[in-house]
């Protein structure tokens, strides 16, 4: 009963896995999708500012959105990697338009096209400020009448299954995955192959804009399977999430500076100018190390974001979803500044990929966030990610689909989950604890600005609850929250020990005791038996 079979396994619902899981039936495979919560929460469902590319030829090219991908990634990026994403974008675009997506029109019925950060010219495809949301719902529709794609909601998943752990053949590969269900049984999926799409990591940070599925669960999975990891220091921290009590993890859109608003103090003064001659439109590394300095020297709380100089009409128009949120936060954007501070945002190290989302474990594949293809480099371009999501996902379904021809044999059947020697949890108290602790300490030592002693200190703790963890987890049952905790701790640690490697600061991470970048830009990677 516990075993079930299937040609792909899909792990998560954002973007990446309901794209792949839709080509890879369109193809011909059975998938079997699981997801964590319900199929409508992930980032991807989130993102507001919208999808990068070059859709008006007349004021906009390939190679300046290339120019402008490699100088926001502050030259780590792969130029050939960055030309692949960006040439396929405009199809990306039509794929979504094909599918029935909404996305926003000018007057005169062309797309209309938003800027943000780091832009040089307007090429943000958008559905009103709910782009996630809209191209979650097109693709939704397509999926739900798939025959050959079934979805478990509510289904977390735990680990790998190799053909090496087991013993099960020499040559190794991926042939499913244990998932742990709602009821808290685990199921094992026997598959030919498997995808994370698990995307990123932002609750291992104390303040993130991401939702809270966010766990770097795919990450910590890969990485205990056997693949490494490239730079996971680069953390994106957004500059603008609405500083609020009623209001947490809500999202300030750049697309609100690209229409004209400004970063100010509480005093209404202007500083952008200062750090950069974008101002309130530089990249987003630049930008919240900005506000980070700013709120350090003031002692403030918070910045503001001024949109009072645009018109009411405009606002509501342009940003219908934001306006509401904040008016029920009792803020009018139209008169009152937006009280901003920055969070965790977006990871753009992850496991090792080639941007067809192949990895180092034959039928193991990432898409979208989780995957670290070589596009971002040292700072992710806005509206960039959701277009490595929907460009990967296509060329990783025929990735597995390639590999499912060749490989189309008997998988050995692999045991089943063994809970033989385990118990009931005694105290919850000890998983709480925990995960308070290393969000907090992730926040204060490695976050937006970093030094030695900062990262030492964070090791030296993170190592310590590391063992406690690792007991726990192999003697009580499992939960979502242990396993949770469990992937965070892991993923904390390839963040530290990826930052402690860099002896530079370059794009998303600062380090004062190395203030200035190499001339040569390198890849951090971690491997697997540096740690495990
Ligand atoms: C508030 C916000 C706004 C954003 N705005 C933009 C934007 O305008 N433009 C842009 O380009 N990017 C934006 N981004 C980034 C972008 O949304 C993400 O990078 C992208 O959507 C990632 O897609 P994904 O499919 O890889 O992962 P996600 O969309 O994060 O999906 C991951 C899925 O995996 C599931 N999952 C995780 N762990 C497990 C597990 N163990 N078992 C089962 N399921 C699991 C989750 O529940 C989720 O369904 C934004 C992000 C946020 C948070």
Known sequence: MNRIYTDTLIVGSGLSGLSTALSVAEKGGQVILVTKESIDTSNSASAQGGIASVVDFSTDSFEKHIKDTITAGCYLNKPEVVKFFVENGPES???????????????????????????????????????????????????????????????????????????????????????????????????????????????????????????????????????????????????????????????????????????????????MEQYHHQGSLAPRDIVARAIDHELKKSGDDCVFLDMTKLKKEFLQTRFPNLYKICLKAGIDMSTDPIPVVPAAHYMCGGLKSTPSGKTVIPGLFVSGEIAHTGLHGANRLASNSLLEATVMSKYVAKEIMTYFKEKKEQIPDPPLWSEDTVTNRDENVIVKQNWDEIRRFMWNYVGIVRSNKRLDRALARLELIRHEISEYYWNFKISKDLLELRNITLVAEIIIKSAIKRKESRGLHFNIDHPSSFDTATDTEIFPEEIL
Do not use: W
Request: glycine fraction near 12%; charged fraction near 15%.
């Open 93 to 271: 675009i039509n794929h979504f338009k094909n599918l029935g997506c909404r996305f926003s029109k000018n007057g005169y019925g062309h797309l209309d096209l938003g800027k943000e950060g780091g832009h040089t010219a307007r090429r943000v495809v958008h559905a009103g400020d709910m782009t996630g949301y809209e191209l979650i719902r097109s693709l939704k529709q397509a999926v739900l009448k798939h025959p050959g794609i079934s979805i478990l909601e509510h289904h977390t998943a735990v680990d790998l299954i190799s053909t090496s752990k087991f013993m099960l053949s020499d040559k190794n590969r991926i042939i499913g995955a244990y998932i742990l269900d709602p009821h808290g049984n685990i199921l094992t999926v026997v598959s030919q192959t498997v995808l994370l799409a698990t995307g990123g990591c932002g609750k291992v940070y104390l303040y993130t804009s991401n939702p809270l599925v966010t766990s770097g669960d795919g990450v910590a999975i890969g990485f205990r399977a056997g693949v490494p990891t490239v730079n996971m220091e680069m953390i994106q921290f957004h500059p603008t999430i609405l500083y609020h009590e009623k209001a947490t993890s809500v999202l300030i859109s750049e697309a609100l500076r690209g229409e004209g608003g400004v970063l100010v103090t509480k005093n209404g003064a202007e500083f």
